[in-house]
């Protein structure tokens, strides 16, 4: 997360909270200074039962939100800095740039400062890497998962 200029008057660590397919999980703490390097992989997964045809999965995901959140470990529960909300479709699957690249490559966005954070918006550097796979429940029906 890069954040050019701004220097956080509070000294404790940061986070950052993601919350994807009805999952919260969360970085390790790194210390309040940009650019804040968070170098994890955070492994989300889902079981969408009842469900064959891809398309109804995308449509599923298109009412799901995808949600990052900054957060300073201040006490007594911390303090969210910024956030950023996303369908969660478009967030796995973000539109096609015109550019070539390979598959995986960096995205950046700019997160949405709380009233807690001075200075300008966060960018937030990231990949999303997704998987669908088929399998069969012990009943024999198929799923996507």
Known sequence: ITCPGVVLKDK???YLRVFVLGKYKKTECVPAVFPLFFQER?????VFANIVDPGDLVKLLEFDTAVLELIQLVPPVGKVLA????NTR????PDPKLTHGRRGLEREILMKRSPFFTGIAPKLR??????ISDSLLSLGRSHIQ
């Open 126 to 131: 990231f990949s999303t890497t997704s998987l």
């Open 90 to 93: 478009d967030f796995l699957f």
């Open 42 to 46: 955070l492994l989300f997964e889902k």
């Open 83 to 86: 956030t950023y909300e996303e």
């Open 12 to 14: 404790q660590e940061l």
